[in-house]
């Protein structure tokens, strides 16, 4: 946050997180939110206004989990068209998963990342390290260099460190530096890589490899007792099933000490396996969508804090790659310019959730998983100038074109949507504005 | 119906009006000269992601003697792999300005995204574990046959599926016959048995519409028709059963079983069969055994599928619309 000669005054919005009554004016100045008082002051300060009434001011997004693709595969997504994403949608940070080509597993590739994302300037890119080598699951990655480069969260996803001595050396290991290990929680041996659908009526009427719920829920049951016995700290990526909330809502009074969280996607949030009917591969996502009772139960989880976080799970693809045969088209969905509205249009609109709750899950806790002090701040005056303005009424119809992603992949094209985000402020610098 | 991609797009109207127009599709292969004029000048392409000697032949003749112009592309291997997506392959093709395409593919689904890529019409020759409508037309059309001479020495006034019962046996998960199988000899009105060792029966087969049993014997006990399903090999060392032996002893059409079966009850097999394994030589070559049968419909099933969908009936054409 340098030094700026132009003042942003933001007036009229109704912040949410525990400071509603403190009026609804911000100033951003140098990165840092000042007394709405101190506006105009000083003459030689230029002053841009933005009318925030009827709008709700909230702490900038954090994103637990996305795919940015770059270094590796520049054409389905870059670290900077991805931030652009992320700012549109709201996150004024995003984490990078590792599996990149070559992967984030060295201090060197997670300091690569992280210089991408200050070129391009559009909100924090904090790269998540791998667990294992190469993502092989054999042996741990240099987990202590990458710490000192700023990495906290490591994770192997896209593929299950299905090891359980391997996690619990991980889990282990990273307590010396207050790190996280974010599970990728697939029993590859249950569901395999020709697993591309839930296991269920669906799978077998259309013929497709089934990914049955027990192999997420009983690798969740095996970590939570590892989280325990290593006294570490352990988050669990995606969570689709009913059973995983379960094993979650076990565990966490089971273990009161430990610190186990987890996140749901937005699209486990609303999508269901009856998609696949047409073999679109759009709708092919690993954990794959699930049938309505297992999204009821990751609502009600993240509703009461079983489920800590959302998390988007972006997963850019270049168009060929998901033109394939269903089984042959590459795994994911886009997800991060989409995120917020999904979560008002299952959690708000619904009742299951306030806005308060909404920026919990959606900054404040994941801002404390991985350990982001500047982001997940509540918006008071000296706190760094990082928040989104929101519009809770308004809504739109998905256009997968119209995106700042270069990719196409979008489950959602076509339905309409709350769309909630009408700018983006990460550390005083506004990076989205509708 | 602009495409035959399912057995659940044939109704029994439509299933009895191909079967009809296959009887007479059956007199030419008798005949010196083996061509109808029907499909002249109409394209077809036979594109096959996937090895099937007998399926495409058994295209190509039915064009062939339908008059149509008929290419074979062998597509072998993951278009991953070779790094064409299946749309530009597909799209590749439509683009020579053919009329129909009859697909193979070890994936399943893939005739239904093909079928929403391009303006031709597409015939499902097999999709991956899923299905495989052509091979049930012509199991069924086998059968009607086998009925209707059983029943009253070949007469056609009454329905012939009417209170019979098929038993479908061996690995259902990974059957492509049979699902279409089910699919529509319940729609013809079928009592359909399924008999398979618990490790090779689908998720949701419960609703199937179709009964469930692991206990072939009691099966057969009720059986007008067995249909013994292929083994594929990888399945026999992937830990779905201990030994092709033990397989055999609970799922095999052995001697005994044929033994066991009642007068009349048909034996039918979409090949290739392992004999000794699902099939015994017994079974196989057994007066019921209409395993030949079923490859000499199959030519004649497909000629009418073909005329129908590209033959200009309007009857049919019209009713569907779909894609």
Redesign the interface.
Known sequence: MGETTTDLLITGATRVGGLADEGGDLLVRDGVLLDPAEAGRDGSRELVRIDADGLLAVPGLVDLHCHLREPGREDAETVATGAAAAARGGFTAVLAMANTVPVTDTAEAARHVRALGEQAGLGAVVPIGAVSKGLDGQELAELGLMARTGVRVFSDDGHCVSDARLMRRALEYVRAFDGVIAQHAQDPRLAGPDACCH????????????WPAAAESTIIARDVQLAALTRSRLHVCHVSTAESVEVLRWAKQRYPQADITAEVTPHHLLLTTDLLA????TFKVNPPLRPAEDVEAVRAALADGTIDAVATDHAPHAR??K??????AAFGMVGLETALGVVVETMVRTGLADWERVVEATSTTPARIARLTDQGRRLAVGAPATLTLVDPTARAVVDAADTRSLSRNNPWHGRELPDPVVATVAAGRLTYRR | MRHLLSAADVDAATANRIFDLAEEMADVQNRPVKKLPALRGRTVVNLFFEDSTRTRSSFEIAGKWLSADVINISAKGSSVSKGESLRDTVQTVAAMGVDAMVIRHAASGAPWQAAQWTRAQIVNAGDGTHEHPTQALLDAFTLRRHFRAAANGGSTGTDPFAGRTVAVVGDITHSRVARSNVLLLTTLGVRVVLVAPPTLLPSGVETWGCEVTGNFDAAIAEADAVMMLRVQRERMSGGYFPTPREYTVGYGLTRDRVAALRPGTAICHPGPMNRGLEISADAADAANSLVLDQVAAGVAVRMSVLYQLLGGDDAWVSQGGQG
């Open positions: 296991e269920g009526e669906v799978s077998g009427r259309l013929g497709l490899a089934g047409g073999y679109d591969p060929h790659d033109e394939h045969a269903f089984a042959d």
